[in-house]
């Protein structure tokens, strides 16, 4: 998702009577309470359509996480405090997830940060990077900024990254970005497969680092999926991103990090913790050693995820095989016309993901219940309610 | 001048009450030393006068929002209820300005750096101040761009003379008015005349007024740099909430200029620098005018009883305008601040090429600079008299 996108999902006007919740609520922290303000009960705020254009976690952060926020904050002083000791709690609690040590963690303003610090510190004018022609463009955002030539791979016919084409293409490359699971087309690459790509890329381009963005991995449920983690804090030519804003539910709250060798996380560290935000880092904080909300999550997106690949395919649209809280459909016919027709019905869905927009549309999933309402919506549009039902 | 204790819970409107300096401070304390394992000393001093960061932290009005965006913290900072482009017409509002006129980043620093790459280049090296805030150079540095560094004067101001004239073919000069660690101003006037002679001298170059102090300004001559920076397409201003806005925690920083200007810095900015909470914190502070002027009067009587500390201990206390005191003590800064540490006050960095002989200081409450005030008398006095207020049985200054 590029910021012109998000920046253009909504308009100012759409929100104007934006109206606060009742004082009472404000300090509420029973899971009642909680939960009323997280669906919105009781909150007298206008409909908003159903956002399923940004791949967000469509309930948030748990209770604890925000309830850790309140308390951390307290009345305000230390909101008011530069955060860098948060910054090495957090990084400190990462590595114990992990079961590395914080010389093995960075973080960022999301993944985000994360991702253009690494094309900023490994690439050049004659070290360009390698990237799938369909994927996150963070990277090749960035790349462009700093005038680093990209080649762009093109997906293989199953719709998933092309190792063989990518591995040659990184020949005197600086950096290798594999997003894995892919965004926007959803499908993931085993570990052996990555495992072998990345040996095939030490050999082939002895100077390039790998990175790879494991984004969605918590919501893998392919059993041949592997995290990249423990293989790149002793590789200093591999690095891993992830982020808080898919399952962890945060996408507002900014914290991204990076698991990697000593040497690489240190060069990584070329904007400091500056933009890291005290809220973020209090609720990564939580968030991180909450593994069973992880998990309820996960369960959550894959029951969802199957009722809106089933619904599509009963309607006669085949998805990829998902293993994120998105799908991608081919609807046949162009992804903007129906993007337009789900916005006035009160639906937003992603935007175009060239060379594949004439046929292509990417949807989140959101909860059980959006999606119902969603897939009435999209076969309405379709024109298969009557299938699909 | 005497400040009291009563006048300073005067400048506090009743309905402030919660925010009673000593229950906010202890609050901090409590929620930093309870952080994590393996405390730093940052959270097991008693009193941070470091980072010049408010000593309150942000208004009622903007927590109370930071709390009612709870329920949209899962949304990316575009989606949230407000969303980042309501703070971009926030800020706008407060400035008189259009939304296109601004470009947020994670704090200024984010704007700082933006800046230095638009700007300069191997051929057009960066013209800042020595001392100042050292992030424009810093940037610099990684980038392998020359940096010329124009001493400040005798009073601590920037030479904008000598800056003038290091400005010929330079890239990008970094203005911070007031300056940090000098804690000095420029009036309108004089930056006003810099903007032009640098417009007319070296057309090509650009300047960036760093005005993160601005709220804490007293000085009547004083005028925000905001509308040459409408007029010029080479002028643009950052701003910060980090300072009198309480907010250095949440990370809200903002450039203002021509439209052609800010697109150029949007373009650079990291991809959903805001956070969602913040966005609705900063828009409650940036509408709260009121705790912005109680937070002045409230800076403005702890600067004077800070540098009325220095003075009665005999060191010379540079003019400030912002929410520190940059003093003479005659001595290297690190010993003073390591002392002053090992009692559970942390003071400002070192600050070349001043570093031998100044400290920079933080106006933290009233409260805490009088307990401050006996430490520094303690790690600088020796024989020197006790000064007015800090003595045996003394609770205020009179």
Known sequence: ?389 | MPVSRRSFLGAISPGTAAYSPAIVAARGREAFTAGGAAPTPRSEAKILLDSNENPLGPGRAAMEALTRAFVDAGRYPTNARPSMGDLREAIARRNSVKPENVSMGSGSWELLRIAVRLYTSSSRPLVTAAPTFEMPEKMADQLGIGVRRVPVDKDGRLDLDAMAQAARWAGLVFLCNPNNPTSTLHPARAVADFIARVGQESPETAILVDEAYHDYVTDPGYATAVPLALEHPNVIVARTLSKAYGMAGMRVGYAIGQKHTIDNFNRWGITFNQNSLAVAAAIAALDDHAHIEAERARNTEARAFTTRIFKDLGFRVMDSQANFVFVDIGRPGKAFKEDCARRGILVGREFPPLEKTHARVSIGTIDEMQRAGVVIAEVLGGSRPTPAGLGNGARRPK
């Open chain 1, 1 to 389: 998702m590029t910021r012109k996108e998000a920046d253009m999902s909504f308009t100012r006007r759409a929100f104007v009577k934006t109206v606060g919740i009742g004082g009472a609520a404000l300090f509420a922290s029973r899971r009642e309470a909680w939960a009323g303000l997280l669906q919105g009960a009781g909150a007298p705020r206008p409909a908003r359509p159903l956002l399923l254009h940004n791949n967000e976690n469509p309930l948030g952060p748990g209770e604890a996480v925000l309830e850790s926020v309140r308390q951390a904050l307290g009345q305000g002083g230390p909101a008011g405090r530069y955060p860098f000791e948060h910054v090495a709690h957090l990084h400190q609690a990462i590595a114990e997830k992990f079961g590395v040590g914080p010389e093995n963690v960075t973080s960022g303003c999301g993944s985000t940060q994360v991702l253009r610090v690494a094309v900023q510190t490994f690439t050049s004018p004659a070290k360009p990077l390698v990237a799938g022609q369909l994927t996150y463009e963070e990277c090749a955002g960035y790349a462009d900024l700093i005038g680093t030539p990209v080649r762009a791979v093109p997906l293989d016919r199953a719709m998933k990254l092309d190792l063989d084409a990518m591995a040659e293409a990184a020949k005197g490359a600086g950096l290798v970005f594999l997003n894995n699971p892919n965004n926007p087309t959803a499908t993931l690459l085993s570990g052996d497969a990555v495992d072998q790509f990345i040996d095939r890329v030490h050999s082939l381009a002895p100077d390039a680092l790998v990175l790879i963005d494991e984004a969605y991995h918590d919501y893998v449920t392919d059993p041949s999926h592997r995290t990249q983690a423990a293989r790149a804090v002793k590789d200093p030519r591999l690095v891993v991103a992830r982020t808080f804003s898919k399952a962890h539910g945060m996408a507002g709250m900014r914290v991204g990090y990076a698991i990697g060798h000593p040497d690489t996380i240190k060069r990584l560290d070329w904007e400091g913790s500056m933009a890291l935000n005290v809220a973020g880092l209090v609720a990564a904080l939580a968030s991180i050693k909450d593994q069973a909300r992880l998990q309820r999550e996960s369960a959550r997106n894959t029951e969802a995820r199957r009722f809106t690949i089933d619904w599509f395919s009963k309607a006669g649209f085949a998805s990829t095989d998902s293993q994120t809280n998105f799908v991608f459909v081919d609807i046949k016919r162009p992804a903007k016309a129906f993007r337009d027709t789900c916005r006035e019905q009160g639906v937003l869905v992603a935007r175009d993901f060239p060379p594949l927009e004439k046929s292509h549309v990417r949807v989140s999933i959101g909860t059980l219940d959006e999606m119902k309402r969603a897939t009435d919506v999209f076969g309405r549009i379709l024109g298969v309610t009557a299938r699909a039902a």
